[in-house]
T-cell receptor, first 115, second 110 residues
Framework: DAGITQSPRYKITETGRQVTLMCHQTWSHSYMFWYRQDLGHGLRLIYYSAAADITDKGEVPDGYVVSRSKTENFPLTLESATRSQTSVYFC??????????????FGPGTRLTVL | QKEVEQNSGPLSVPEGAIASLNCTYSDRGSQSFFWYRQYSGKSPELIMSIYSNGDKEDGRFTAQLNKASQYVSLLIRDSQPSDSATYLCAVKTSYDKVIFGPGTSLSVIP
C-alpha cells in the first residue's frame, strides 16, 4: 500500500555530477509527472509521461532526462547537475490524465542540493 | 497573463474566522478545478475538487466555482491553527493539462 514513493528523499551532490531521482507508483496509473518547486515559482512541470515509452517535455525540461520503460517507474536524471537545479522535486501520477475527475497524487518529494 | 493566478499572501486570519482563498484562470474551456493543501516540507495533498458552477461543501471547506468569471475560491470556516499551510489551486485545461497556481500561504493565529 505504498502508493507513490520517491528516492532518495535527500541528496547533496556537486556541480557536474550525474544524479538520478527515482519515482515508483503501485497504482498502475498511466500518467506520471516530474515537478520542481522553488520559492517564488510554485510547481513547475519538468517532464511527463502518458504511458511506458511515451514521454514529453513540460515547462522547464532543459538539463533533465527521463525514461519510462515500466509503467510503475519514472526516473529523472540530471545529466550534469548545476546549482540552479537545487530544488525540491516532486513526482506525481494520475490514472488516465483525461477524465474530468483525474487528480494528481504526489510523492513525498526529494530535496536536492547542488554544491 | 499567467494561466492560473492566486491572491498573493501571506494571508493571516484569527482562529475561528473564515479564510477566503481566490484563484482565477485564463482557459475558458477548463472543466476541472482542484484545491491542494501543502504543509511546509510536505507534498501537496488534494482537499477539494469542483467541476460545476456553484458551491461544493466538505466539512469546514467550501469550494466555489464561477466559470463565467473564470474564478474559483476556497472558503475555510472556523479556521484552525492546523489549517496553516500553502494552498494551491490547480486547473485542468481544455487540452488536458493541469496547471498549478503559485499558491497562497495561510497562517491561522491562535
Amino acid at each position: 500500500d505504498a502508493g507513490i514513493t520517491q528516492s532518495p528523499r535527500y541528496k547533496i551532490t556537486e556541480t557536474g555530477r550525474q544524479v538520478t531521482l527515482m519515482c515508483h507508483q503501485t497504482w498502475s496509473h498511466s500518467y506520471m509527472f516530474w515537478y520542481r518547486q522553488d520559492l517564488g515559482h510554485g510547481l513547475r512541470l519538468i517532464y511527463y509521461s502518458a504511458a511506458a515509452d511515451i514521454t514529453d517535455k513540460g515547462e522547464v525540461p532543459d538539463g533533465y532526462v527521463v525514461s519510462r520503460s515500466k509503467t510503475e517507474n519514472f526516473p529523472l536524471t540530471l545529466e550534469s547537475a548545476t546549482r540552479s537545479q537545487t530544488s525540491v522535486y516532486f513526482c506525481a501520477s494520475t490514472p488516465t490524465g483525461r477524465a474530468r475527475e483525474d487528480t494528481q497524487y504526489f510523492g513525498p518529494g526529494t530535496r536536492l542540493t547542488v554544491l | 497573463q499567467k494561466e492560473v493566478e492566486q491572491n498573493s499572501g501571506p494571508l493571516s486570519v484569527p482562529e475561528g474566522a473564515i479564510a477566503s482563498l481566490n484563484c482565477t484562470y485564463s482557459d475558458r474551456g477548463s472543466q476541472s478545478f482542484f484545491w491542494y493543501r501543502q504543509y511546509s516540507g510536505k507534498s501537496p495533498e488534494l482537499i477539494m475538487s469542483i467541476y460545476s458552477n456553484g458551491d461544493k461543501e466538505d466539512g469546514r471547506f467550501t469550494a466555489q466555482l464561477n466559470k463565467a468569471s473564470q474564478y474559483v475560491s476556497l472558503l475555510i470556516r472556523d479556521s484552525q491553527p492546523s489549517d496553516s499551510a500553502t494552498y494551491l489551486c490547480a486547473v485542468k485545461t481544455s487540452y488536458d493539462k493541469v496547471i498549478f497556481g503559485p499558491g497562497t500561504s495561510l497562517s491561522v493565529i491562535p
